[in-house]
Structures are given as C-alpha cells and as structure tokens.
C-alpha cells in the first residue's frame, strides 16, 4: 500500500497568498514530501471556484514530475466528459515521458452542472461518455495512437466511480477504482468477472480525511475555518445557501460537545496509522493519500502533517507488511 498526499490548489480570500508563489510552494512541498518518504501525489479537479480549484491536474503533474525522482503521480480525477480522448492520452503521456514512468491517470465523470454547462457536455450521459473516454484513452495510450507514446505500458488507469453501479462499470472496464468503500467492493468484483478480467486484477486507491498532528485538540480548533470553507464551496456548487460562517458556527458547537467534527479526523501518528488500517482492512488497497491542506490551512500544520505522515506513520504502516 503506498502512502501519498492529495492537492486540490485552493488559496482561498481570506488566507490568500500571491498566485505564484503558492504554486512555487507547492513544487517545493511536494519535492520535500518526497525526500521524506512520500510514495504518491494526487491531483483533483473542478473548475470556477472562487478559492482557484486546481483546474488543469495534467498541467501541474508535468511540473511535479520535473522536480521529483520516484514519487507516483496520480489524477483522481480527471473529468473525462470534457475533453477530447486524444487530449487526454497526449497529454498523459508527455507527463509519463517526464516521469519517466511514474504516471497513475484517473478518470471521473463530474458532477457540477455548472461545469457541465460551461463544457457543452451532457450531464446525463456523463457516465457513458466517461466510459468511451476511459476505454479509447487505454487503447490510444496501449497502441501508439499518439506520438511519442508513455513510458509505461500500459500506464496504470482509474476510474473514481462511487456507488455500487459505478463500481460494477469500473469493474467491467478492468479499471482501478478509486474508493475506500468496502461496500463497493463487491459489485466492482462483480464487474471484473462480468469483464473477464477476474477478481485478482481488483485494485482500489482513494483519499482520507486525516490530519496527523501532535496535539489534535488544538490543531482541529485552529482547522475549523478552513474545513469550513472546504465544506461550503462544495455545498454551493450543489446549490446550498449554507455559507462558511454557517458551518463554522455548526462545526464548532459539534466538536465542543462530541469531541470531533463530521468530515475531518485530526489524530497523532499511531492513531492515524490505526485509523488507516482500519478503513483499507480486507480491500485490495494499492494507494491511500491524504489531503495535503484543507484551504489554506496554516503552513505549520501542513508541514508538521507531512512530516509525521511520511516518516512515523508510514514507519508503523511499513511494520506491519
């Protein structure tokens, strides 16, 4: 199981840093993450958040393969309705060139309307077109169809499918799927036999919601506004009133009275490491990652977060293999 880091780019108003420098310390953060022990990057996608989402994953992949040696570098995901295949594979494989070989490319089929408005896509047959995408990207990639082709063949290919059909299509594509539901396990097998390619080819990666800390109680009092923010934008995408002071309010009041805050576990390194075998136990399980920042987190949560994740808990999680 490889350990990894999840980056979303968010550089919200109110702890706004200049543009450029947040990506140059990004670069830097990664590079350093990788030194330490880090195994994986990952990279999501949306697009028209006010905070600057990270809307082209492809684009910041090439800059972090550049600046690293060993580390994976994964898209989950990349929103396959609103791009040409051939796009895609292109572009995922000058980032597998520069790697040298490190490229993990994920697939999703979104879920904002808004996106799907400013794309021309059609939302209801997202899961369709994100099916063709996925199968023409494999062939484009497995086949020379694009010019120089990857490194890799064949480039390690995902699909972030939730829900139990989405599973089963994963399943039927022969992809990796990119969830930590155990529920979901079963109808992707399902699909893998369904597909022919058999139950062993069942491999599953995703993102936790850990922060590793050594004084969790102080550290999730200080996070409550970012997580907040983080919470909000997504609840407005989907049409929410909700606002950041809303939730905030909503947020402490929880963790003054139970002691914990829905969305967001804050733990000390033996206690992520339990948590992380807990939620992977029993799943074939190839890559775990954890948000990086939840937006615009205070820099010495981040880098104390990284420092503990990669050497201490991947340490305890390495001990148990």
């Given at each position: 199981?490889?350990?990894?880091?999840?980056?979303?780019?968010?550089?919200?108003a109110?702890?706004?840093?200049?543009?450029?420098?947040?990506?140059r310390?990004?670069?830097?953060?990664?590079?350093?993450?990788?030194?330490?022990?880090?195994?994986?990057?990952?990279?999501?996608?949306?697009h028209?958040?006010?905070?600057?989402?990270l809307?082209?994953?492809?684009?910041l992949?090439?800059?972090?393969?550049?600046?690293?040696?060993?580390?994976?570098?994964?898209?989950?995901i990349?929103?396959?309705?609103?791009?040409?295949p051939?796009?895609?594979?292109?572009?995922?494989?000058?980032v597998?060139?520069?790697?040298?070989g490190?490229?993990?490319?994920?697939?999703?089929?979104?879920?904002?309307?808004?996106?799907?408005?400013?794309?021309?896509?059609?939302?209801?047959?997202?899961?369709?077109?994100?099916?063709?995408?996925?199968d023409?990207v494999?062939?484009?990639?497995?086949?020379?169809?694009?010019?120089?082709?990857p490194?890799?063949?064949?480039?390690?290919?995902?699909?972030?499918?939730q829900?139990p059909?989405?599973?089963?299509?994963?399943?039927r594509?022969?992809?990796?799927?990119?969830?930590?539901d155990?529920?979901?396990?079963a109808?992707?097998r399902?699909?893998?036999?369904?597909?022919?390619?058999g139950?062993d080819?069942?491999?599953?990666?995703?993102?936790l919601?850990?922060?590793?800390?050594?004084?969790?109680?102080?550290?999730?009092?200080?996070?409550?506004?970012?997580?907040?923010?983080?919470?909000?934008?997504?609840?407005?995408q989907?049409?929410?009133?909700?606002s950041a002071?809303?939730?905030?309010?909503?947020?402490?009041?929880?963790?003054?009275?139970?002691?914990?805050?829905?969305?967001?576990?804050?733990?000390?390194?033996?206690?992520?490491?339990?948590?992380?075998?807990?939620r992977?136990?029993?799943?074939?399980v190839?890559?775990?990652?954890?948000?990086?920042?939840?937006?615009?987190?205070?820099?010495?949560?981040?880098?104390?977060?990284?420092?503990?994740?990669?050497t201490?808990?991947?340490?305890?999680?390495?001990?148990?293999?």
């Amino acid at each position: 199981m490889k350990l990894g880091m999840f980056l979303d780019m968010r550089n919200p108003a109110p702890w706004r840093r200049p543009w450029a420098d947040h990506y140059r310390q990004t670069l830097d953060r990664v590079a350093w993450a990788e030194k330490l022990g880090a195994d994986s990057v990952w990279m999501t996608e949306h697009h028209f958040f006010d905070d600057g989402y990270l809307p082209q994953p492809l684009t910041l992949a090439a800059s972090i393969a550049a600046r690293t040696e060993r580390i994976r570098i994964g898209t989950a995901i990349l929103l396959a309705p609103h791009r040409h295949p051939i796009h895609i594979a292109e572009e995922a494989a000058l980032v597998d060139l520069i790697s040298n070989g490190r490229l993990e490319l994920g697939l999703g089929a979104g879920w904002s309307t808004d996106e799907f408005e400013a794309f021309g896509s059609d939302y209801g047959k997202r899961y369709t077109a994100t099916d063709s995408v996925f199968d023409t990207v494999r062939s484009l990639l497995s086949d020379g169809g694009v010019t120089p082709g990857p490194v890799q063949t064949p480039v390690p290919m995902w699909l972030g499918y939730q829900g139990p059909k989405g599973a089963m299509r994963a399943g039927r594509l022969g992809a990796g799927l990119l969830t930590l539901d155990p529920n979901l396990m079963a109808p992707y097998r399902a699909g893998l036999e369904e597909g022919g390619h058999g139950t062993d080819a069942a491999r599953t990666g995703g993102v936790l919601d850990i922060i590793v800390a050594d004084d969790p109680e102080s550290t999730v009092r200080r996070l409550i506004p970012h997580l907040a923010h983080q919470q909000a934008t997504y609840r407005r995408q989907r049409g929410s009133e909700c606002s950041a002071e809303d939730l905030e309010v909503e947020l402490t009041a929880a963790f003054d009275t139970g002691g914990s805050v829905p969305g967001l576990t804050v733990a000390t390194p033996s206690a992520a490491a339990a948590e992380i075998r807990r939620r992977t136990a029993d799943m074939p399980v190839e890559h775990v990652y954890l948000w990086a920042s939840l937006g615009g987190m205070p820099d010495d949560i981040v880098d104390r977060h990284l420092e503990l994740l990669f050497t201490v808990v991947r340490s305890e999680l390495a001990g148990d293999a």
